[in-house]
Every structure is written in C-alpha cells, then in structure tokens.
C-alpha cells in the first residue's frame, strides 16, 4: 500500500488517481476528507502531521510520498524516521531543482535538509526535484478576469515550466516500479518560455489579446502586498528565491521524456486545459 501526504496539493491530486489507475492500493492523508474530494477508490484519512499518530497512519504502508505543507525539514524528517520503524521499504521524496543548482534560498536549504534526512532514514529512497511549475501561472487569474493584464517583474526569468501531471506521472512510475531506488530526478517541461512568451500562449488559448506589462521589482512587490495580501516576510522570501534561481530557470533536462518516454506536456496544453479558469467570474 502507499501511502500519499499532501495528497489534495497541485501534485498530489494527480498522483493519487494515477497510482490508483496503475492498480494501487492508496491511503490518502488530508485534513478534511469531506472536503477533500480524494479519489473514492483511495482511503482517505484524515491527519495534521503536526499532531498525527504516524506509526498508526503508517500502518501497513510499505511505500511513502513525501510532501509536507512549507517543505518543513523537520516534519519530513519525523516522517521518514516513522516509516523506517513501520517497515516502509521505499520513500519518494517531492524536492525542487533548487538543491540540484546549490540554491540557499529558505525553500531549497529546507528542501536540502530533508532530502538529507530521507536518504539516511533506511528505506530506499528516490528523490524528484522538479523546477517550477506552470500551475503557478495561476497567478495571473485576478489581473486577467478584471483587466486583461498581466503584470511582470522586470527581471522575471526565461522558465522551464513543468506540468503537475508530469511530476505524478514520474512519481507514480517511481513507487510503483523498480529501478528508481538511489535515483534523484530533476523535472522540467521540454523548453524554457519567457514571461511574454508564456503570455501569448495563454492568450491564444484564451481567444483573446492579454495586455503584457513589465513592472519593477518593487511595484511587483507592492502588488503582491496590496492585491494578494502576502506577507512583506513572504514576498521578501520569494524574490530572494527568483534572485538565486534565475540563472537556474531556463535549464531543461530530459528526464521526463527518458523516464516517460514521451514529450514533457507543453504550456500550451496547460493553457488550453484551464482557459475556462480565466474567464471573468459573475
């Protein structure tokens, strides 16, 4: 059995319908499994991994998908440990492309330190490090719905954006077949889009013209503040990553269509997939 935590994350609600279409057994961890909408041929449970009693949602698993909510080095560790003592024989880990590239922003140095605890638990492991993913264009709802607009950060790097469905394909082929044991993965789509480019694509998808707009780090910043209602603490957080990871961004790897054996999905598949979240909501 395998047991998935972050189970209704962007990977996750993926992940879990995957495994159970590759003939599975899933036991799907979530706070509020009425809430939760998991795949009702898994088992939900509901847990805070704060307070959960591991050895009894371990209970029979004999694999892990490790996600925590924050990337808590702490909480991923604790995790780990748990399995080793419940038999678990194999843990897959969701990490970032950061810790490939030696990033020490906040989330890659968690990241890192987890990675780390994972590998010494006992149980094999495998590591995936996907890079960004193009569901964070979500982003972009609110200034599309109300003014057509995108707005940029000047120094917004070219990306290699990947699709969540392909960081579950892997994971999926990872915990259900052998092979994978002591392998790190790093996960990009198949070419790197700059931010106008990204935009155009969502346009067509959308059947309408966007209007791009470059702004400053600190109107960005701003933005975030004022629109979105992010902690300064936060938008700090997260234009100290895009500084390190910048130069990082725009690297492809092949891993996907290797392990795949098929393109990585595109952007522009993504774009059509969610248009309809795009258009102005009454």
């Known amino acids: 059995m395998i047991f998935v935590l972050g189970a209704t994350g962007k990977v996750g609600r993926h992940l879990v319908p995957a495994l159970l279409d590759a003939g599975a057994a899933v036991r799907a961890l979530t706070r509020d499994p009425a809430k939760a909408r998991v795949d009702p041929r898994a088992e939900a449970v509901r847990g805070d991994l704060d307070t959960a009693d591991l050895p009894a949602l371990l209970d029979g698993a004999d694999r892990v998908f490790v996600l925590t909510q924050g990337h808590s ?15 678990v024989t194999h843990l897959v880990k969701l990490s970032t492309t950061g810790v490939h590239f ?7 140095r968690a990241h890192a330190e987890a990675e780390q605890a994972v590998r010494e638990a006992g149980p094999a492991w495998t ?22 607009a995108v707005y940029v950060p000047e120094t917004d790097p070219p990306s290699a954006l990947v699709h969540v469905r392909d960081i579950a394909a892997v994971a999926t082929l990872a915990l259900t077949t052998s092979g994978h044991e002591g392998a790190t993965y790093e996960l990009t789509g198949g070419e790197a ?7 155009a694509i969502l346009a067509e998808a959308l059947g309408r013209p966007l209007k791009y707009v470059e702004e400053t780090e600190a109107a960005s910043r701003e933005r975030l503040v004022r629109q979105y209602g992010w902690p300064a603490r936060a938008v700090d957080g997260l234009f100290a990553m895009k ?10 790897f092949d891993t996907v269509e290797r392990l795949l054996g098929r393109p990585p999905l595109t952007f522009a598949a993504w ?4 248009a309809s979240a795009y258009h102005h909501q009454e």
């Open 127 to 148: 590591i995936l490090r996907p890079g960004t993913f193009m569901d964070n264009r979500f982003a972009w709802l609110g200034s599309i719905r109300e003014e057509n």
């Open 243 to 252: 500084r390190e990871s910048g130069p990082n961004e725009s690297v492809v």
């Open 102 to 108: 030696g990033q020490k922003d906040p989330i890659s």
């Open 271 to 274: 774009a059509r997939e969610n």
């Open 193 to 199: 889009l700059t931010a106008r480019e990204q935009v």
């Open 73 to 87: 080095a702490d909480r991923e560790a604790a995790v780990a440990r748990a399995a080793a003592r419940a038999g």
